[in-house]
């Protein structure tokens, strides 16, 4: 009998589970939820999100059952990379909340609703956000609120607001309170301008101040439909009016990141002509900035996954990718010297993004004196690191004596001496096979591709 | 912080909530169609749209 393996992140909800069995991912559905999948499917719901891209498709499969409590089993589309709200800009967790939003509208004109909100349940395929679990809907009753507006204002709300007006980056609000941040945190931390906007007085002040004098009330609610409606287009109308806070700080040094002309075309025709002798459908693109190389190689990929530790960087990338080629771009940010850990029960639900995928080709692109100068980190364990991520790399060394180095160097000079060619290819060696180099006209960097030993 | 609040049961700790948000965006929209009502009879133009989302 083949093995199956229950996923570490799918014990949460008894309706079912994600199981994995010869390396394809089910998702069990549980006799428990029968009236409630048949629904949306009878609903129209299922086929109405999936042709609006708002939910992953699925096909059903024969049930061969892993529990006896079995109704269905699912074989859900796959999302080329997983990523976390705690690696994600403002723009991305803004989209993610709308579409929530538009989800839970869509369901409520079926007769369905949304039992959770969490931005756990949406991924990104294609530029998009995408709900993940079908299981999230149940039978509508009008008669009550939503049983997920608190988890979504924690989760999606707040953030968004702390970004906003405490220049709070999502992702490391997101990382901070993965469950979704208090409300009376969340209000603690807003400045007094914000209290004017009638979404942060309905959706935080109002709990936050309700909350430390509310006691449990056996009270009987009654809700409705208008009700919810009002409710729906309030927080997508707050939402949808958010920018963050903290894109002019960034601005500047996005401007300052394009370089010369000569340097770049020279580097970009390296890049290019190292590239064509690889095979590759996934790539990493390490210290991104605007997304250029990305661009360059998202033509010959099927997922390309750029980080970079500026959440402004993302978060233009992730706006500006969906109109070129760039779909199979997934922006995302992440900083080389705090990579986002294991997380969750028993640190296996949300794996780390270093072992999250082993990619075809990754660029290391202008980022190894930074990660070596502003982060102290060595040479030699920067390379063990590196070479665990991906089989082919493009690397691009920039030495000690560089205009930018010597920005960036200032006390740090012992370390930034450090970075000459020869103690480069030294580190390198142990865990990168050497196959090409050259220098980079109009600069004094040099471009090296590498395989991982 | 909320240690107290932890035996409130998640869902039904925000219906309260809820039915006072609920209250305030219903008597919000009164005021905003009664509103538009006034506008219209002094101008005798549409000059406004249908869109129920109250302002950010």
Same mark, same amino acid.
């Given at each position: 009998?083949?093995? !199956?393996?229950?996923?570490?992140?799918?014990?949460?909800?008894?309706?079912?589970?994600?199981?994995?069995? /010869?390396?394809?991912?089910?998702?069990?559905?549980? !006799?428990?939820?029968?009236?409630?999948?048949?629904?949306?499917?009878?609903?129209?719901?299922?086929?109405? &999100?999936?042709?609006?891209?708002?939910?992953?498709?699925?096909?059903?499969?024969?049930?061969?059952?892993?529990?006896?409590?079995?109704?269905?089993?699912?074989?859900?589309?796959?999302?080329? $990379?997983?990523?976390?709200?705690?690696?994600?800009?403002?723009?991305?967790?803004?989209?993610?909340?709308?579409?929530?939003?538009?989800?839970?509208?869509?369901?409520?004109?079926?007769?369905?609703?949304?039992?959770?909100?969490?931005?756990?349940?949406?991924?990104?395929?294609?530029?998009?956000?995408?709900?993940?679990?079908?299981?999230?809907?149940?039978?509508?009753?009008?008669?009550?609120?939503?049983?997920?507006?608190? !988890?979504?204002?924690?989760?999606?709300?707040?953030? &968004?607001?702390?970004?906003?007006?405490?220049? $709070?980056?999502?992702?490391?609000?997101?990382?901070?309170?993965?469950?979704?941040?208090?409300?009376?945190?969340?209000?603690?931390?807003?400045?007094?301008?914000?209290?004017?906007?009638?979404?942060?007085?309905?959706?935080?002040?109002?709990?936050?101040?309700?909350?430390?004098?509310?006691?449990?009330?056996?009270?009987?609610?009654?809700?409705?439909?208008?009700?919810?409606?009002?409710?729906?287009?309030?927080?997508?109308?707050?939402?949808?009016? &958010?920018?963050?806070?903290?894109?002019?700080?960034?601005?500047?040094?996005?401007?300052?990141?394009?370089?010369?002309?000569?340097?770049?075309?020279?580097?970009?025709?390296?890049?290019?002509? $190292?590239?064509?002798?690889?095979?590759?459908?996934?790539? &990493? /693109?390490?210290?991104?900035?605007?997304?250029?190389?990305?661009?360059?190689?998202?033509?010959?990929?099927?997922?390309?996954?750029?980080?970079?530790?500026?959440?402004?960087?993302?978060?233009?990338?992730?706006?500006?990718?969906?109109?070129?080629?760039?779909?199979?771009?997934?922006?995302?940010?992440?900083?080389?010297?705090?990579?986002?850990?294991?997380?969750?029960? /028993?640190?296996?639900?949300?794996?780390?993004?270093?072992?999250?995928?082993?990619?075809?080709?990754?660029?290391?692109?202008?980022?190894?004196?930074?990660?070596?100068?502003?982060?102290?980190?060595?040479?030699?364990?920067?390379?063990?690191?590196?070479?665990?991520?991906?089989?082919?790399?493009?690397?691009? $060394?920039?030495?000690?004596?560089?205009?930018?180095?010597?920005?960036?160097?200032?006390?740090?000079?012992?370390?930034?001496?450090?970075?000459?060619?020869?103690?480069?290819?030294?580190?390198?060696?142990?865990?990168?096979?050497?196959?090409?180099?050259?220098?980079?006209?109009?600069?004094?960097?040099?471009?090296?591709?590498?395989?991982?030993? | 912080?909320?240690?107290?609040?932890?035996?409130?049961?998640?869902?039904?700790?925000?219906?309260?909530?809820?039915?006072?948000?609920?209250?305030?965006?219903?008597?919000?929209?009164?005021?905003?169609?009664?509103?538009?009502?006034?506008?219209?009879?002094?101008?005798?133009?549409?000059?406004?749209?249908?869109?129920?989302?109250?302002?950010?």
């Amino acid at each position: 009998m083949p093995e !199956q393996r229950k996923h570490p992140a799918s014990f949460k909800d008894p309706s079912g589970f994600l199981f994995e069995r /010869d390396n394809i991912l089910y998702r069990q559905v549980n !006799q428990v939820y029968k009236e409630h999948y048949d629904l949306l499917k009878s609903s129209g719901l299922y086929e109405n &999100l999936v042709t609006k891209n708002q939910l992953i498709p699925h096909e059903e499969v024969e049930p061969s059952p892993v529990l006896k409590d079995a109704y269905k089993i699912l074989r859900p589309e796959l999302i080329p $990379f997983i990523s976390y709200a705690w690696e994600w800009s403002f723009s991305q967790l803004k989209a993610a909340a709308l579409a929530t939003l538009k989800i839970q509208q869509a369901a409520i004109a079926s007769g369905m609703t949304l039992k959770d909100a969490t931005h756990l349940n949406i991924q990104f395929r294609k530029g998009q956000p995408v709900l993940i679990d079908t299981l999230s809907f149940e039978k509508y009753n009008a008669d009550l609120p939503w049983v997920a507006y608190k !988890q979504f204002s924690e989760c999606f709300l707040f953030p &968004l607001l702390l970004e906003r007006y405490s220049k $709070f980056p999502v992702s490391k609000c997101c990382q901070a309170y993965p469950a979704g941040i208090p409300a009376v945190v969340t209000n603690a931390l807003l400045p007094f301008r914000s209290k004017f906007n009638l979404g942060v007085g309905l959706h935080v002040s109002l709990p936050a101040g309700l909350s430390s004098s509310q006691k449990s009330s056996g009270r009987q609610i009654r809700f409705s439909r208008k009700k919810m409606e009002q409710l729906l287009a309030n927080l997508a109308g707050t939402i949808a009016g &958010l920018t963050s806070g903290i894109g002019g700080e960034w601005q500047k040094y996005y401007h300052e990141g394009i370089k010369s002309g000569e340097y770049l075309l020279a580097k970009e025709e390296l890049v290019k002509s $190292f590239s064509e002798k690889i095979e590759f459908k996934s790539v &990493l /693109d390490i210290g991104s900035n605007d997304g250029y190389f990305s661009n360059l190689v998202a033509g010959k990929s099927s997922i390309v996954v750029a980080i970079d530790s500026a959440p402004y960087c993302i978060d233009h990338l992730f706006r500006d990718a969906a109109g070129k080629h760039g779909d199979n771009i997934l922006p995302l940010v992440v900083d080389y010297a705090h990579p986002s850990p294991p997380m969750g029960f /028993d640190n296996r639900e949300h794996t780390s993004f270093l072992t999250r995928k082993h990619f075809d080709m990754v660029l290391v692109l202008a980022v190894v004196h930074h990660l070596c100068i502003t982060n102290n980190i060595p040479l030699q364990p920067l390379a063990s690191s590196l070479c665990t991520l991906g089989k082919m790399f493009i690397v691009e $060394f920039i030495p000690y004596d560089d205009e930018k180095v010597k920005i960036i160097s200032t006390n740090k000079e012992a370390i930034a001496a450090m970075l000459t060619r020869e103690n480069f290819e030294e580190a390198f060696q142990p865990n990168f096979e050497l196959i090409r180099r050259e220098k980079i006209q109009g600069s004094k960097r040099w471009l090296y591709l590498m395989e991982a030993k | 912080m909320q240690g107290e609040f932890l035996y409130i049961d998640p869902g039904s700790g925000s219906y309260l909530i809820q039915m006072i948000i609920a209250a305030i965006l219903g008597g919000l929209f009164y005021f905003k169609t009664a509103w538009r009502r006034i506008v219209l009879f002094f101008t005798g133009k549409k000059k406004f749209t249908d869109d129920e989302q109250q302002d950010a």
